[in-house]
């Protein structure tokens, strides 16, 4: 049996497969690594902190006493800088070697900077970790005019922040809508209705082509197309995740535009894991690889890795089979992504009322995903649906009734 | 003797409190805080008294 696990990243990933290790491992030596210079904390909630809506407090989950409690190892603010897969060796910028008998990657990733003149000017912030937050928030309560950029999940929080924060803000859209590939016209007006009344105006066919800085190197403007000049002495930037996995350079470890991993969260590297955004896992209610980076998918990767790690063999391992669910709470109508909006050869959508629309995607007759604006209860049968893998994209004329019962579709929900 | 949830909106939330963001609920604990707003109540133990959940505004669970 093994006795050594390394897991490098402390999000909820690598936390979720500690804590499943140690559960299941008692006096296994139990290690992880992080960059970062503070223990697990509430990814989600740290915009709620950089609009000033909560203090820091509750946005900490763990703190060393947990990893304590637990003889689990955490070392904080060690970068990994390499692995030696042969050698069962974690290399850090120390110069440390840190050997394992099973490692776990859950680095997730880093905002994507724009590559544009002057995009990593003082004032220009991406989005991602509780000290960007800090430094949001500090910088937002003195600035005055803002641009956003980037017309996707992560762009809309860093509006809601400068929103909340009084800025007067613009949010910069590539196309004619935010979410383009998830939301029809009919959908985004919803959106663009509800960031206009929060006071931030939306900007669509634009982007940043260049950004201006004074003498100090402070962003003082943003240029798009056609050199149309925007005042900002703040911006926010979130164009995409950058993956981090420079370390893994040289394995064996595939990577295809996320680590590539099994249901069990294996890569192709003996003994190596991985887990959380950063993964291209096996969907076994698709049949095929996907990405879908979301909190909740991301602990449950890291449950299934800690128990596949542990495990004697796999066959005694639940593998991952999840529906991935993303909200945003920033408006007075609530909204959720499940499963694979974007995707599927198939969709259907309907408006029930102001604020309430609903957008289903299908893939070979199946329900794979789908965005609610409004309503939120229904989400619990869609994905019910989506694990059953259920055949009924000729059946949304039940789908999209406002309110359903799954005993009113002809369909067999074995999941 | 059930013990019935409700759902109150938070004008603030302080230090000591535990917060959940609504994306972190699983499908029961989702299922009763929806039953919850609706005034429709629930006897679920999925959802912790005293805890706010952040969701169009912030929401403080309670039991009685």
């Not at chain 1, 005055?144 to 910069?172: F, H, P, R």
């Not at chain 1, 998918?297 to 593998?319: F, R």
């Not at chain 2, 939330?13 to 917060?19: L, M, T, W």
């Not at chain 2, 999925?46 to 952040?54: I, M, S, T």
């Amino acid at each position: 049996m093994s006795e050594s696990y390394v897991i490098i990243g402390d999000g909820v990933a690598g936390s979720s497969a500690a804590e499943t290790i140690r559960e299941r491992e008692p006096d296994a030596d139990v290690i992880v690594l992080t960059d970062e210079g503070e223990a697990l904390y509430n990814r989600i909630l740290i915009k709620e902190f950089a609009k000033g809506k909560l203090p820091e407090a509750p946005i900490s989950i763990h703190d060393e006493e947990w990893y304590e409690e637990r003889d689990i190892d955490l070392r904080l603010n060690t970068l990994v800088t390499g692995v030696d897969v042969d050698g069962h060796v974690v290399h850090t910028h120390e110069g440390d070697d840190v050997d394992y008998d099973k490692l776990l990657v859950a680095t997730g990733g880093t905002p994507t900077q724009l590559p544009v003149d002057h995009s990593d000017a003082t004032g220009i912030h991406h989005f991602w970790t509780f000290q960007d937050a800090r430094r949001i928030r500090e910088h937002a309560e003195d600035a005055s005019d803002a641009t956003i950029v980037g017309a996707g999940l992560l762009g809309i929080d860093l509006a809601a922040i400068c929103a909340a924060q009084e800025l007067d803000a613009k949010y910069l859209m590539r196309g004619n809508r935010w979410w383009r590939y998830a939301l029809s016209e009919d959908g985004a007006e919803i959106i663009h209705d509800a960031l206009e009344e929060k006071g931030v105006e939306c900007v669509f066919e634009a982007g940043a082509s260049r950004f201006e800085t004074d003498d100090d190197g402070h962003v003082v403007a943003t240029v798009g197309g056609n050199d149309v000049r925007y005042d900002s002495d703040f911006v926010g930037v979130a164009i995409g995740l950058n993956f981090n996995v420079e370390f893994l350079q040289g394995t064996d470890v595939e990577f295809d535009g996320g680590v590539v991993v099994d249901e069990y969260m294996r890569t192709d590297a003996e003994d190596v894991y991985a887990a959380g955004d950063l993964t291209k896992f096996y969907d076994t209610i698709r049949g095929t690889h996907a990405q879908n980076g979301s909190w909740g998918s991301a602990k449950q990767q890291g449950a299934v890795a800690g128990h596949a790690m542990t495990a004697d063999s796999v066959e005694d391992v639940d593998p991952f089979r999840w529906v991935s669910s993303y909200s945003i709470t920033h408006f007075d109508f609530p909204f959720l992504s499940f499963g694979f909006p974007t995707e599927g050869d198939e969709h259907a959508e309907r408006t029930y009322g102001e604020n309430e629309w609903r957008r289903l995607a299908f893939e070979d007759g199946k329900l794979i995903g789908g965005v609610l604006i409004g309503n939120l209860a229904p989400q619990s049968k869609y994905k019910q649906l989506i694990r059953a893998e259920a055949d009924v994209a000729d059946q949304t004329d039940v789908l999209l009734q406002e309110n359903f019962d799954l005993e009113e579709l002809d369909v067999d929900l074995d999941e | 003797m059930s013990h019935i949830l409700r759902a109150e909106p938070a004008d603030a939330v302080a230090a000591d409190e535990r917060v959940l963001d609504y994306d972190e609920l699983a499908d029961p604990e989702s299922s009763a805080f929806h039953a919850a707003l609706a005034g429709e109540g629930s006897d679920a133990d999925a959802l912790a008294d005293g805890v706010v959940v952040k969701y169009t505004g912030y929401y403080r669970l309670s039991r009685n």
